[in-house]
């Protein structure tokens, strides 16, 4: 059982910066592949990014790439997402997902387990 735990949404204008975390409970996060999904109003919930737990390969969505870099910290059980240059479209509730040891990283129904999610409000 993982519980995943997102924090670091918020409020910013047009061109700032957020970084959003997700504290993973349990001995075993280096053994799952991450991700991050975000949800708008009215839309259905679209893959950001994921980063492997083999080799930390990431991968990211075409609307976010050169924008947003996914990490990890192993040693703090945390993920994170920063992101530059943010733009009103962006404004969604984030998730973050968890997949044990898979290298598919972009389907919502890989993951096994997910956080409450954060929301990110993009101010025009």
């Known amino acids: 059982q993982v519980q995943l735990v997102e924090s670091g949404g918020g409020l910013v204008q047009a061109g700032g910066s957020l970084r959003l975390s997700c504290a993973a409970s349990g001995r075993t996060f280096r053994s799952y592949t991450m991700g991050w999904f975000r949800q708008a109003p009215g839309k259905e919930r679209e893959f950001v990014a994921g980063?492997?737990?083999?080799?930390?390969?990431?991968y990211y969505a075409d609307s976010v790439k050169g924008r947003f870099t996914i990490s990890r910290d192993n040693a703090k059980n945390t993920v994170y997402l920063q992101m530059n240059s943010l733009k009103p479209e962006d404004t969604a509730v984030y998730y973050c997902?968890?997949?044990?040891?898979?290298?598919?990283?972009?389907?919502?129904?890989?993951?096994?387990?997910w956080g409450q999610g954060t929301q990110v409000t993009v101010s025009s």
């Open positions: 997902a968890a997949a044990f040891a898979s290298d598919r990283v972009q389907l919502a129904e890989d993951y096994r387990y």
């Open positions: 980063i492997t737990w083999s080799g930390g390969r990431t």
